[in-house]
DNA sequence: ATCTATTTTTAGATTTGTCTAAATTTAATT
DNA sequence: AATTAAATTTAGACAAATCTAAAAATAGAT
């Protein structure tokens, strides 16, 4: 398994190849910054591997050997994010980059050792689950802050987008996982949001209420 | 700066090319296990990057950038080693072919962190000497085993070879870095030794004796 | 149902790193 | 100094991953 088909794989799944769903090879191509030329060619060779179902001029979608790699892959990526946060003192807007090259390294023991280092996780500090070694999932229960009621409460919990600008500008305001929110008041007019976080009251806007996930209180 | 550019200078630097000594491009392609004509090829564009000297049929020798640049990867991989061992107890016999891989990871302050969370050692798990940031090696002045005189007393501190045999070997005899030692006879017939080790009386043989560092007590 | 715009694939080229086989240079021996 | 053996390089090929440009298929609009 190379580098390349890695990412390929790891590509599909976040586009949602995951669920026996078609994804385009223009869509794949957009979101790795390649051609779409370039993706048919993979297309083939992982369907030859038997790591997606490709059906010319329909796209590809994960088999279910495919998933279990993608989601090894997504797996080590995460929890070095989380070492490198808790051990090595990256902030969450630094961490993505390098996870994305140690995610190839290749040792079972490795990564076990590293998720016994960091107690097991199961979030990263992004607030994305990390998949358990057999492939599963954790869900929980989130919501947009976009999509919370009037007067609910909840804890933050993740970002929708882990971009280097939103997490610096998250840190800016004192937007932290963990922070518990209450929704105060919602503006028609432009979908603004007033909230109380951590007893302060703070104004929010859209584009940012809808890029951050909450768990409701019950 | 390609995985493969980077093992390359390495090899060179390993092969005695760090002091202006022209190493040979057969030597290069034994010590990788490659071909003669692949090593040419890569002499050829290191030398173009400036990290090599490279004379038609004279071989190659590093340039200052290239050592500096080897030097920076060898250090990578020897405290990846010691944080495999440390960290995550990998045994001594375990560590190289990960340190493989993960020496090639490109983020200064991952090293950096990594070489902080190890309390900035000074030797990897086979005793060899870690360069600093700036490229400087920390000599030490160490004999092999077998050119100790008879009577002399030291302390184990490296080994020559580090295969995969010779360190489970060396587990196996109760043999670590750290004991002392005692060199009690030398039998002239086969060049074998008997020492006392950590109080113990023992014989070793001139194979062993002659990939085994001691640091001689004054 | 046909036409058109868009998407997708094919064909052929490119780059990197490698190889084999042949040619060349160097070193060793007489 | 000539000859031979060994080391080294060159030339040409290949696989992986990519690209461009042209061709083919699909989907949407009328």
Redesign the pocket.
Known sequence: M????ENYLKTIFHLGGGDSKSI????IAEQME????????????LSDKGLVD?V????VSLTDVGVKTALSIIRKHRLWEVFLVKKLDFTWDEVHEVAEQLEHIKSEKLIDKIDELLDFPKYDPHGDPIPTKDGKFQERDEKLLSEMPINSQGVCVGVKDSSVPFLKFLDKNNIALGNTIKILDKEDFDNSLRIQMNGKEMRISHQIATNLYVKKNP
Chains 1, 2 share one sequence.
């Open positions: 190379t580098r390349s088909e385009s090879t223009n869509a390649t051609k779409p030329s370039s993706v048919t060619d993979m297309a083939k060779k490709y010319r001029y329909q796209g």
